[in-house]
C-alpha cells in the first residue's frame, strides 16, 4: 500500500494529497526559481520559502499521484512572463506556492514549504547552480549540478515510463496572480 502524505497551504484553506514515494527531492537554483521566489514572497501574508543561499525547494510526484482534496477554486496561476513555459500555482487566500508546472511535462514540482517542519523529504540534489553568483558558496551535503544530472533526467524518465507516457492535464486554478 502506497503511503498518502496530506500537505495543506499556510491558513489551511487548500489541501493536497501526494501519493507514494517522490520522483526526487531537490533543490533548484535556477534564474527563473530564484526571481519567482522572490518576487512571490513579497505577497501579503507569503511564506519565506527561499532557502538561506537562495534555492527554491520541490518535491517532484508524477501528476497522478497528487490530488487536490479542498481550496482548489482559490489556486491562481502566477508566470514570470507571458506565455513562460512554467506555471506556478499559488493558494490566493493566502499566497502559499503549491507547485510549479511545466508544459507538456508528467510531474509536479510541490513547493517544499507545504510539508509540516521536520517531514520535508531530505534533500536529494541542487540543481542549475551554474546560474548563481561565482561567489556563492553551496554546503556539499548534497550534489550541487551546475545543469540537471543525468540521474535526474533517469528519474524524470523511470516516472514517466511508469505512467504509460502519459501527460495528466492539472485543471485547478481559478485566474492569475501578478507581482
Request: hydrophobic letters at 40%.
Amino acid at each position: 500500500m502506497k503511503q498518502t502524505t496530506r500537505l495543506h497551504c499556510a491558513c489551511g484553506q487548500v489541501h493536497l494529497e501526494v501519493q507514494g514515494a517522490p520522483i526526487v527531492s531537490a533543490e533548484c537554483h535556477c534564474n527563473s526559481c530564484r526571481t519567482a521566489g522572490t518576487r512571490l514572497q513579497t505577497l501579503p501574508s507569503a511564506p519565506q520559502f527561499l532557502e538561506p543561499h537562495g534555492g527554491t525547494r520541490f518535491v517532484l510526484y508524477r501528476k497522478d499521484r497528487v490530488r487536490f482534496v479542498q481550496g482548489a477554486d482559490v489556486l491562481k496561476e502566477f508566470r514570470l512572463a507571458a506565455g513562460a513555459k512554467t506555471r506556478r500555482v499559488v493558494a490566493s487566500c493566502c499566497n502559499t506556492p503549491v507547485f510549479l508546472e511545466f508544459q507538456n511535462g508528467h510531474w509536479l514540482s510541490v513547493y517544499g514549504c507545504l510539508w509540516p517542519a521536520g517531514t520535508l523529504p531530505r534533500l536529494e540534489l541542487r540543481t542549475m547552480t551554474s546560474d548563481l553568483p561565482a561567489d556563492a558558496a553551496l554546503p556539499d551535503d548534497v550534489p550541487n549540478g551546475k545543469r540537471q544530472s543525468v540521474s535526474f533526467f533517469v528519474k524524470l524518465l523511470g516516472a514517466w515510463i511508469a505512467m504509460g507516457f502519459k501527460v495528466p492535464k492539472v485543471t485547478v486554478g481559478n485566474g492569475e496572480i501578478h507581482v
